[in-house]
T-cell receptor, first 112, second 115 residues
Framework: QQQVKQSPQSLIVQKGGISIINCAYENTAFDYFPWYQQFPGKGPALLIAIRPDVSEKKEGRFTISFNKSAKQFSLHIMDSQPGDSATYFCAARPNTGNQFYFGTGTSLTVIP | KAGVTQTPRYLIKTRGQQVTLSCSPISGHRSVSWYQQTPGQGLQFLFEYFSETQRNKGNFPGRFSGRQFSNSRSEMNVSTLELGDSALYLC??????????????FGSGTQLSVL
């Protein structure tokens, strides 16, 4: 059973456009929500993260929007660049331990 | 600071064999977690070790085991390999604190193919 549901599976965006990836969860024990970026042949790398007491967090071109009541969070990539082409994973960690639950990933392609 | 090192990078095994994967965490990190990554499934948590003790365990059969040494290096073992065990196995290290914003740092993984 997938505890974190991620969509879309793949996404194609024009250079300069906005990429949006969505995730949803059910477990109210989750209290930390990171996003990871993975390039082919590499392990995932932490991109940005948020806690549920904040509704939005922005770091450069990357923004997380968090809706606690809907149990949803999303990653927005502004001014998308070809170098952003990668697979993105959302994740969630419960307050009970250092075990992360990952979404199934979104393959982003930014067309020049 | 060196990152997380996983060896070997690639492995080819046949069904029924066993395999051992190795992970060296970032210096100073005391927690090592293992994840299985397969296409369409994302990353699935296997287990976490902290100070040589298994602290968390995911929903994998007992064929999957691990251990951690006093220098925080960790090994993962899979016995009686099955075709479905073919995957990228990722190791992640972290400080191991109980802070909510614990950051995971991943290695590049070991790609295991079971024939």
């Amino acid at each position: 059973q997938q505890q974190v549901k991620q969509s879309p599976q793949s996404l194609i965006v024009q250079k300069g456009g906005i990429s949006i990836i969505n995730c949803a969860y059910e477990n109210t024990a989750f209290d930390y929500f990171p996003w990871y970026q993975q390039f082919p042949g590499k392990g995932p790398a932490l991109l940005i993260a948020i806690r549920p007491d904040v509704s939005e967090k922005k770091e450069g071109r990357f923004t997380i929007s968090f809706n606690k009541s809907a149990k949803q969070f999303s990653l927005h990539i502004m001014d998308s660049q070809p170098g952003d082409s990668a697979t993105y994973f959302c994740a969630a960690r419960p307050n009970t331990g250092n075990q992360f639950y990952f979404g199934t990933g979104t393959s982003l392609t930014v067309i020049p | 600071k060196a990152g997380v090192t996983q060896t070997p990078r690639y492995l080819i095994k046949t069904r029924g064999q066993q395999v051992t994967l190795s992970c060296s965490p970032i210096s100073g990190h005391r927690s090592v977690s293992w994840y299985q990554q397969t296409p369409g499934q994302g990353l699935q948590f296997l287990f976490e070790y902290f100070s040589e003790t298994q602290r968390n365990k995911g929903n994998f059969p007992g064929r999957f085991s691990g251990r951690q040494f006093s220098n925080s290096r960790s090994e993962m073992n899979v016995s009686t390999l099955e075709l479905g065990d073919s995957a990228l196995y990722l190791c992640a290290s972290s400080l191991g604190a109980t802070a909510t914003n614990e950051k995971l740092f991943f290695g590049s993984g070991t790609q295991l193919s079971v024939l």
